[in-house]
């Protein structure tokens, strides 16, 4: 992937959300951004332990490692998933 802008949408259960963001981001510093720009009220997530995977992509990402480093595009989507 190219370093610049990611377009993905984030989802949970049946709410979506479309967001661009650095592809220099990784999944926990884009989980940071969602909860400090209260996004996860778009989202009705309640839970306080979750974090993010890609959908419809067989992939193991590391939460810590840049979004550069995996191929992802433009329009893939990333799914909340509730911890516990």
Not at 11 to 33: G, Q, T, W
Not at 64 to 81: F, I, M, S, T
Request: proline residues 4%; hydrophobic residues 40%; glycine residues 8%.
């Amino acid at each position: 992937m190219a370093k610049g802008y990611l377009k993905v949408t984030i989802k949970h259960d049946d709410k979506e959300l479309d967001l661009r963001f650095s592809c220099l981001l990784s999944l926990r510093e884009l989980k940071k951004l969602i909860e400090e720009n209260g996004l996860v009220q778009q989202l009705d997530l309640a839970a306080k332990h979750w974090h993010l995977e890609p959908v419809y992509k067989q992939l193991r990402m590391e939460q810590h490692r840049p979004l550069a480093e995996y191929p992802l595009g433009n329009g893939d989507v990333l799914g909340v998933v509730v911890d516990g």
